[in-house]
T-cell receptor
Framework: GQQVMQIPQYQHVQEGEDFTTYCNSSTTLSNIQWYKQRPGGHPVFLIQLVKSGEVKKQKRLTFQFGEAKKNSSLHITATQTTDVGTYFCAGPFSNYQLIWGAGTKLIIKP | DGGITQSPKYLFRKEGQNVTLSCEQNLNHDAMYWYRQDPGQGLRLIYYSQIVNDFQKGDIAEGYSVSREKKESFPLTVTSAQKNPTAFYLC????????????FGPGTRLTVT
């Protein structure tokens, strides 16, 4: 079936280090969306990428959509404690549901 | 303020009881969704609705029921047939179903003992 695989499941970083999460779809996507869920909170929409090869930046966050529109990544430069949470990618499929990745949990080492 | 409200935030029930979770939105969105999230896991779709009086099963609909009598409201009933109901339940809405970003309510943590 249609799947969105997201890796890694967890990433432990020292504050100030970079963080990257990767998303791969089994089929071509019309768009890909990224969400952030803080501990104990609910997912919050971050961004949507639509075009092949698209790159978007939000301050220290850089989002990329692959040329084949089957993969995407989120990179955070110089992580801060406010970045802690789980980052999800999600893509729409033929029945117009969003299929969600399992998420990557960003943990800042003390 | 526009947004999605879910109540209650925490809910405790005894096994064998049905329980209804509330979800209301004032964003004028056509589409609404219910997701289940288990600890350390992603989101699994229970039901979604594209318009009033219409709804579709998601991946894990067994043991759940919904209604959509008003555009603003999409309540979820967790029935006694749901084998493992303890979870975090999230309601979301989007302008339309087809690929639009989703806005989430704060969620309801249901514990069944």
């Amino acid at each position: 079936g249609q799947q969105v695989m997201q890796i890694p499941q967890y990433q432990h970083v020292q504050e100030g280090e970079d963080f990257t999460t990767y998303c791969n779809s089994s089929t071509t996507l019309s768009n890909i969306q990224w969400y952030k869920q803080r501990p104990g909170g609910h997912p919050v929409f971050l961004i949507q990428l639509v075009k092949s090869g698209e790159v978007k930046k939000q301050k220290r966050l850089t989002f990329q959509f692959g040329e084949a529109k089957k993969n995407s990544s989120l990179h955070i430069t110089a992580t801060q404690t406010t970045d802690v949470g789980t980052y999800f990618c999600a893509g729409p499929f033929s029945n117009y549901q969003l299929i969600w990745g399992a998420g990557t949990k960003l943990i800042i080492k003390p | 303020d526009g947004g999605i409200t879910q109540s209650p935030k925490y809910l405790f029930r005894k096994e064998g009881q049905n329980v209804t979770l509330s979800c209301e939105q004032n964003l004028n969105h056509d589409a609404m969704y219910w997701y289940r999230q288990d600890p350390g896991q992603g989101l699994r779709l229970i039901y979604y609705s594209q318009i009033v009086n219409d709804f579709q099963k998601g991946d894990i609909a067994e043991g759940y029921s919904v209604s959509r009598e008003k555009k603003e409201s999409f309540p979820l009933t967790v029935t006694s047939a749901q084998k493992n109901p303890t979870a975090f339940y999230l309601c979301a809405s989007s302008m339309y179903v087809s690929g639009y970003e989703q806005y989430f309510g704060p969620g309801t943590r249901l514990t069944v003992t």
